[in-house]
């Protein structure tokens, strides 16, 4: 069983950088999968990041190419998500997941434990 807290969130103007970070318990963190998630107000839950349980593979969505890096400090047990250039539309609650795999897939029905959330909101 995992436990993720996400921390880092808070209020912006655009252009501005965030660092959110994920910690998790148990030992077994190495070996899974870790993935950034955001849903903004009357949107769905969308992928945004993710990261192989090495760290050797990573994956982006689309409008955050460029901008947002996905990291992950397996001795420390947490991942990361550095966030550059931020425009008002990332404004969401950012959650982190955990998948029991090694592997990053995109639906989040493949992962398994979630973090509560941290609010990022971006004003122009």
């Known amino acids: 069983q995992v436990q993720l807290v996400e921390s880092g969130g808070g209020l912006v103007q655009a252009g501005d950088s965030l660092r959110l970070s994920c910690a998790a318990s148990?030992?077994?963190?190495?070996?899974?999968?870790m993935g950034w998630f955001r849903q903004a107000p009357g949107k769905a839950r969308e992928f945004v990041s993710g990261?192989?349980?090495?760290?050797?593979?990573?994956d982006y969505e689309d409008s955050v190419k460029g901008r947002f890096t996905i990291s992950r400090d397996n001795a420390k047990n947490t991942v990361y998500l550095q966030m550059n250039s931020l425009k008002p539309e990332d404004t969401a609650i950012y959650y982190c997941?955990?998948?029991?795999?090694?592997?990053?897939?995109?639906?989040?029905?493949?992962?398994?434990?979630w973090g509560q959330g941290t609010q990022v909101t971006v004003s122009s």
């Open positions: 997941a955990a998948r029991t795999a090694g592997t990053v897939v995109v639906p989040a029905s493949n992962y398994n434990y």
């Open positions: 990261i192989s349980m090495s760290g050797g593979y990573t």
């Open positions: 148990g030992r077994t963190f190495s070996r899974y999968a």
